[in-house]
């Protein structure tokens, strides 16, 4: 019987720019602008200095660019620098059926190597399309998905980037069945770096596990072998962790139609269960007027998973970013203070801020099990607040702004790409970002593109 493995390898081998349908194209687009614009927000996030510092002192060969910083390292290193920055603030897309992911985590991979072997806007846009592709059926194919069984989706990661990697670097067949197993063995990821009180290593993981799919990818594209049966084999994927696994969503209907265009993205720079909670909020508050001193009790429902990971006693008292953004008290504590959730209510300045923290215990945050029936189909939440005069205001919301439902429009896109980007780049350098996405299939080298990524500020 062929292997899941070779199936997914002779699609991928076999898919081209021709294939893809229009609208497939212009959300890559979006998408890419979207990931541009945190790679810059990121930029100078502490993780990120920290993990560039020690690439310069590693050194590499000049192949890829470094997004913002410039200067050229090796594909290897560059796809990590650059994967961390788009994720580093938290505020990239998101897919969340069985498990949750960051798929433009991945797009590194695609302009690294990229830009390493001189291909052209058209080659990209496909890696791109892999990436969320298979990144997101990975996501579907648990049941339930990994991250309830207590590993992180960095685990899936590992076996998307090798492909995106591989594609750039044209592998055959037998080489990019061996991409995939060598990059699935050594990527397995524990959800503590999403439990309790977090850590940098919170954004590093996917970073880390896209890294390692350009190392899978050029050892294969050398001859180096891995194995095949790694999904369904004998102590591969599925055996090891047990339990149920819809192994066909993973290779069913490839290229009937495409996942991207079912991707979301992020308005708020949170995790992904405090969006709907947060648009509920923010509509109560600027309804209604509501002030944060005028508030006895906010209560937030939402399913249970989103009251185990962002609802424990640490979440209540968090002192560092990683934790407050995924802490729902303290999403919701903000955004009733502030009148709104941008990267500026993560401040190390309104972390500390007493409004919030005199908030932070009259919020209440419990699982529905008639919200947990419609989860993950729609990510609702039903936010309610009473005020001191006996006023109670309360707003369900089933998926928030950003959610492809719920699209954000190109205004806002550019609205939230713009103030990403404002710190780095000049206005002027920005609208030729801009018109280069818009224009990517027109691109011959995607080098030529990286270099407009270079900060001018």
């Avoid at 190597?113 to 194919?141: H, N, P, T, W």
């Avoid at 899936?156 to 069945?177: H, W, Y």
């Avoid at 009180?197 to 896209?210: E, H, I, R, S």
Wanted: charged letters at 25%.
């Amino acid at each position: 019987m062929e292997t899941i493995s070779r199936k997914i390898a002779r699609f991928v081998t076999n898919l081209r720019y021709e294939d893809l349908p229009q609208n497939v194209v212009h959300e890559v687009k979006r998408f890419l602008l979207d990931s541009i614009g945190c790679a810059f927000g990121g930029y100078r996030v502490e993780d990120v200095e920290i993990v560039l510092q020690v690439l310069h002192e590693l050194g590499g060969v000049s192949e890829a660019t470094l997004i913002a910083c410039g200067g050229k390292t090796s594909a290897y290193n560059a796809t990590l620098a650059n994967s961390l920055m788009i994720r580093a603030m938290d505020y990239n897309d998101i897919y969340w059926q069985q498990d949750p992911s960051h798929p433009s985590d991945i797009i590194p991979a695609a302009l690294a190597v990229g830009e390493k072997v001189g291909k052209s806007g058209k080659d990209v846009i496909v890696g791109i399309v892999l990436a969320y592709e298979f990144e997101m059926r990975l996501c579907e194919f648990a049941v339930p998905g990994i991250r309830e069984r207590k590993w992180h989706h960095a685990s899936l990661t590992q076996f998307v980037s090798p492909i995106v990697a591989g594609k750039m670097l044209d592998l055959n067949e037998d080489q990019m069945v061996s991409a995939i197993g060598i990059g699935g063995c050594h990527n397995f990821t524990p959800g503590a770096v999403t439990a309790g009180k977090l850590t940098m290593m919170k954004n590093t993981v996917d970073p880390l596990a896209v890294q390692s799919g350009v190392i899978a990818a050029q050892l294969a594209q050398k001859g180096y072998t891995g194995p095949e049966a790694i999904f369904e084999g004998k102590e591969g994927f599925v055996d090891t962790f047990g339990g149920r696994f819809d192994l066909a969503i993973l290779t069913d209907g490839l290229g009937d139609s495409y996942r991207i265009l079912e991707c979301s993205m992020k308005a708020y720079p949170t995790e992904a269960l405090t969006h709907s909670p947060i648009t509920a909020t923010l509509e109560l508050v600027k309804k209604h007027n509501i002030q944060h001193r005028d508030i006895e009790k906010v209560q937030v429902k939402t399913i249970a998973r989103a009251v185990d990971i962002l609802a424990d006693p640490s979440k209540y008292k968090p002192t560092t970013k990683e934790t407050a953004d995924h802490s729902l008290p303290y999403c919701i504590a903000a955004a009733i203070v502030a009148g709104k959730i941008t990267p500026e209510e993560f401040t190390e300045e309104k972390l500390k801020d007493p409004a919030i923290w005199a908030l932070l215990p009259k919020i209440e945050v419990i699982a529905d099990p008639e919200l947990e029936k419609v989860f993950p189909e729609l990510k609702a939440a039903i936010v309610e607040i009473r005020t001191k005069n006996g006023q109670c205001y309360s707003m369900r919301v089933d998926y928030p702004k950003g959610d492809y439902r719920a699209p954000m429009s190109e205004e806002e896109l550019l609205v939230k790409f713009h103030s990403l980007a404002d710190a780095v780049v000049s206005r002027d350098r920005q609208d030729q970002i801009i018109e280069a996405i818009w224009n990517l299939e027109k691109i011959n080298s995607i080098g030529n593109f990286m270099e407009l990524l270079i900060a001018d500020k």
